[in-house]
Each structure stands twice: as structure tokens, then as C-alpha cells.
């Protein structure tokens, strides 16, 4: 759980004590590849951190296709954080797509941190306004062309490419299979 502490150390301090409570408040688990972390039409039930693997968002289409938003790799935070929060339903699926290593946080365990740790709040924003960051920033620039939303994924994601499968990475990037195949075969 070092992997965890040094990322919350980014965004704030924390005493021996308050390392030893979030820990004591951390549990950690095997997401198995194909194994949901979370799932649209259900209320998020803990907060994650991922130590190990990777972790794919993504929602229906209207016709019924698979779109992804975003993959979740190692060192980040694991959770749609507002549905979190709100105690709401969330509209993505949080799926493994390796097997995953993770730190989960309990609803209650996650608030116990505002409770017990001082600057907790602070540190909690800052890794929400994160979260929202990357999210925000993950998807791909539609108005930009497929090689160059391809190049930049590269650029972005470099140790993806071999661990990810590419119906994936087409999906993310809005193109089919058969287009980044081309893309890829133009590029090598």
C-alpha cells in the first residue's frame, strides 16, 4: 500500500498515525480480468486505488455499442466519484480488462478519513479534482484526425498498447477495429 500513501503524499501531508489509519481503513483485493469494479444502474459502493493492471470505463451507445471513456491504469484512483458522493447511480461500467490489484476504501472507511485524519479534506479534493482532470482530459479529441487521436493515445498511454485489447483501444479512440489496423500498418 506504499504505492497509495506516496500518491496521497502528493497532495498533502500526513503523521505516521494518520498513515497507519488509512491504512488500517484500506483493504486490498484481486479484480479479476472481466470482473466489474462498478456498474451503470448501480450506486457506487467504495472508492479504489489501483496498485496493479488495468481498468477500462465505458457506457452503452444509444444503439447499443460498447464506447470507451477512458482506461484506468496503476497509480490512480479508481471510482466515478460524483455518483460516489451523491449516492447516485452511475451511467459507466468500471471494468478489469487485466487482472488488477487494488486498494478499496468502504463508504464508511472513506468518511472515517474525514474524521480522523486532519487534513484529509484538503487531500480528498485535491485527488477528486484529479480524478476529474484526467477524466475530462482521457477521451480523445474527436475533431482531430484517427492517426493523429492514435499518435497521441501512444503518446499518453505508452505501456497500454500491448496489455489492452485493440476493440478497445478503436472504441476509445472512435474509429472500428478494421481503420486503426490501417492506422497501424501506416505508422510501423
Given at each position: 500500500m506504499n504505492e497509495l500513501i506516496k500518491y496521497l503524499l502528493k497532495f498533502g501531508e500526513l503523521n505516521s498515525q494518520e498513515i497507519d489509519?488509512?491504512?488500517?481503513?484500506?483493504t486490498k483485493h484481486n479484480l479479476l480480468k472481466g470482473e466489474f469494479f462498478s456498474e451503470a444502474g448501480k450506486v457506487p459502493k467504495?472508492?479504489?486505488?489501483?496498485l496493479d493492471g488495468v481498468v477500462r470505463g465505458y457506457y452503452h451507445s444509444p444503439a447499443g455499442d460498447e464506447i470507451t471513456r477512458c482506461f484506468i491504469e496503476e497509480n490512480s484512483m479508481l471510482v466515478d466519484y460524483l455518483c460516489f458522493e451523491n449516492e447516485t447511480v452511475c451511467e459507466d461500467y468500471l471494468q478489469a480488462i487485466t487482472d488488477c490489484s487494488i486498494v478499496v476504501f468502504s463508504r464508511l472507511s472513506w468518511n472515517a478519513l474525514s474524521e480522523h485524519v486532519a487534513g484529509w479534506n484538503i487531500i480528498k479534493n485535491k485527488v477528486v479534482q484529479t480524478c476529474m482532470y484526467q477524466k475530462s482530459r482521457k477521451g480523445p479529441v474527436?475533431?482531430?484526425?484517427?492517426?493523429?487521436?492514435y499518435l497521441?493515445?501512444?503518446d499518453n498511454h505508452p505501456g497500454l498498447i500491448n496489455r489492452?485489447?485493440?476493440?478497445?483501444?478503436?472504441?476509445?479512440?472512435?474509429v472500428t477495429q478494421q481503420s486503426?489496423?490501417?492506422i497501424r500498418s501506416k505508422i510501423r
Open positions: 489509519f488509512i491504512n488500517s481503513k484500506a467504495s472508492v479504489g486505488f489501483v474527436i475533431s482531430q484526425d484517427a492517426t493523429t487521436r497521441e493515445f501512444l489492452v485489447p485493440l476493440s478497445y483501444i478503436a472504441s476509445y479512440l472512435g486503426l489496423s490501417r
